[in-house]
């Protein structure tokens, strides 16, 4: 199977944090006011939608289609309470735009709130966020991105050796969300500044990031990520001594996920990370023991469509 072509779009999804494309602007109603009053709202405000508070608490969130369905029911008199969802998704701001991709996706969801650290309220976030944040990016950083590239062959051919490789190290603290994709992000940035190819660079990234958030969300304490960079490929391992995977065939599949309810009530976990790294890598393997931890490694070679010096392809899928 041929690794999934990664745009600089979907890269950009890894990278941007919430907190830089949510709306900042919180527009908030009551749970007593009336879907008349609630129409208002949104009509005054230009928005298609609102979180509910109560004494500074959210306690749900009504939209656009709430208020479609109590005009259809003739039933602008209702208060607000009736007609919202009280069970609200929410998305930390410290995490990845992916995060919130992942839900949007996965919920059918048009809004999502966004807490901090202590769980309050500080912004709202749709898909029109993201695609807005997604264009301001790419164009801040085209010029950046071309002229911090320079050719990683310079280097490695000025070193004399029977093998020559980088080894880069990062620890991985367990339920660390604020640094999740900080070793992606850092490997990435090795690999453009030695001048490697930007869509390789962007499936490494991506994996990278998907299994760093798998330790940090799976484990209780932490784990490792080491990058090993030569001229032909970069291998990563990602080692932990969490739970470890009872069946690792099931765990490959796409939704399936083993992260606690309250890690998926807080936008993570949502299945997809084994998958995305496969998609990605040239190579991929996967061991885990029960109470003894998990060692993933995957390979992704420098060179478009060549191979590195291990040959082949050996995924667990």
Not at 141 to 168: C, K, V
Not at 257 to 272: H, K, Q, T
Not at 280 to 298: I, K
Request: some cysteine; glycine content about 10%; charged content about 25%.
């Amino acid at each position: 199977m041929k690794p999934t072509e990664i745009t600089r779009v979907q890269e950009l999804i890894y990278e941007l944090k919430i907190a830089k494309v949510m709306t900042n602007r919180l527009i908030t109603v009551t749970p007593d006011i009336s879907i008349a009053e609630f129409r208002e709202v949104l009509r005054i405000n230009r928005i298609s939608g609102t979180p509910v508070t109560e004494n500074g608490r959210m306690v749900g969130i009504i939209s656009l289609e709430d208020l479609i369905k109590a005009l259809s029911q003739g039933d602008l008199g209702s208060p607000v309470r009736d007609k919202m969802t009280r069970s609200v998704y929410t998305v930390p701001a410290r995490e990845s735009v992916i995060e919130a991709v992942k839900i949007f996706s996965q919920k059918g969801v048009g809004r999502l709130p966004v807490v901090d650290e202590q769980g309050s309220l500080v912004g709202i976030i749709t898909q029109g966020d993201i695609t807005h944040g997604l264009l301001k990016a790419i164009e801040m950083d085209y010029h950046a991105e071309e002229i911090s590239r320079y050719r990683a062959s310079h280097i490695f051919e000025d070193i004399i050796s029977d093998s020559t490789s980088m080894l880069l190290r990062y620890k991985v603290n367990a339920r660390d969300f604020g640094k999740g994709g900080e070793a992606g992000s850092k490997i990435k940035q090795a690999l453009t500044r030695l001048g490697g190819d930007p869509q390789i660079i962007r499936r490494v990234a991506i994996a990278t990031y998907e299994a760093e958030m798998n330790i940090i969300i799976h484990t209780d304490n932490g784990g490792e990520i080491v990058a090993e960079i030569q001229p032909d490929q970069v291998c990563v391992r990602a080692v932990d001594h969490g739970p470890g995977i009872a069946d690792v065939e099931q765990a490959m599949q796409p939704g399936f996920s083993l992260a606690p309810e309250w890690i998926r009530e807080m936008g993570f976990g949502a299945g997809v990370g084994l998958n995305n790294i496969q998609k990605c890598a040239d190579e991929m393997n996967l061991e885990s023991t029960l109470g003894v931890g998990t060692r993933l490694q995957f390979t992704i070679y420098l060179r478009p469509g060549g191979e590195g010096r291990t040959g082949g392809r050996n995924e667990t899928s």
